[in-house]
């Protein structure tokens, strides 16, 4: 976690410190409770005199960051009768900003996409993907808050993954995309949009043995650790791979860009 001026990047110090400021941002600007904050903070176990406790932390994360930013008029955290907010722009935000960018260029996907818009989408889908330099708030021991918000970045990620391997796809790149898709696809073994991404790719290349391997180890693996068989637009893909279905793009559009990754 770090906060970033023009010429500078600083970093809190103390775990505590960068749980609190975690949690402000998961908040996306809105209120965040006392009761809540604590349960981040310390979980079932809080300190004696906890609300001391954290008025102590806040005072010190307004000391910090008004050494980070002193030209700064008043303070970002901003206290209420019932909790904390935490004054951030949408631009000032590594979170937001990815965010933003991803649901931009799947509501353009969703409108259609031309030549030249494909390659503009790309270039905006490997910059928001750019942010990402590790786990979200940076590995730190997060409570439930903080938790749910990282779950949703993760699904972004994914979503923005999915976008950019069809993108390029569609642009002709199956052998320049297939390390990182067959990467995603790894890290995700239930994802049947990446599997059905990789799927493609490998028989885009001319690998049409090993594009219905990648479908048997995805069904192993959804009924040895799901309990579950492949969905049916799994199985159809499957079967299009084997019958060389000239539809084969035609099949995966739309579900993969336009609605977001379904993956187990």
């Known amino acids: 976690m770090e906060v970033r001026t023009h010429d500078q990047v600083f970093r809190l110090s103390g775990t505590m410190q960068q749980l609190l400021l975690a949690t402000l941002l998961a908040s996306r600007g809105g209120l965040v409770t006392v009761d809540a904050l604590i349960l981040e903070l310390w979980g079932d176990e809080p300190p004696a005199k ?25 303070s970002r955290v901003v206290t209420t009768s019932s909790g904390y907010l935490f004054s951030v722009g949408r631009q000032e935000f590594d979170a937001q900003l990815f965010m933003d960018t991803v649901d931009g260029v799947r509501v353009a996907v969703g409108d259609g996409v031309s030549t030249d818009d494909s390659a503009r989408h790309i270039r905006e889908l490997r910059l928001a993907l750019a942010y990402w330099r590790g786990p979200p708030f940076g590995g730190l021991p997060v409570g439930p808050m903080c938790q749910a918000a990282a779950a949703r970045y993760g699904e972004a990620k994914n979503a923005a993954l999915t976008l950019l391997f069809e993108l390029e796809l569609r642009a002709g790149s199956p052998a320049r995309i297939l390390p990182e898709l067959a990467e995603a696809y790894a890290e995700n073994p239930t994802n049947e949009k990446f ?39 799994l199985r159809r893909y499957e079967k299009a791979i084997l019958t060389h279905d000239p539809g084969l793009g035609e099949l995966i559009h739309g579900q993969a860009a336009v609605s977001g990754p379904k993956g187990r």
């Open 50 to 74: 906890v609300q001391n406790a954290l008025q102590a932390q806040v005072s010190r994360i307004r000391r910090s960051l008004a050494l980070i930013e002193p030209g700064l008029s008043g």
């Open 195 to 233: 599997c059905m991404l990789l799927m493609w790719a490998l028989y885009r290349c001319g690998r049409q043995r090993d594009a219905l391997d990648v479908y048997r180890k995805c069904r192993r693996t959804l009924v040895d650790h799901l309990g579950v068989e492949p969905t049916p637009d």
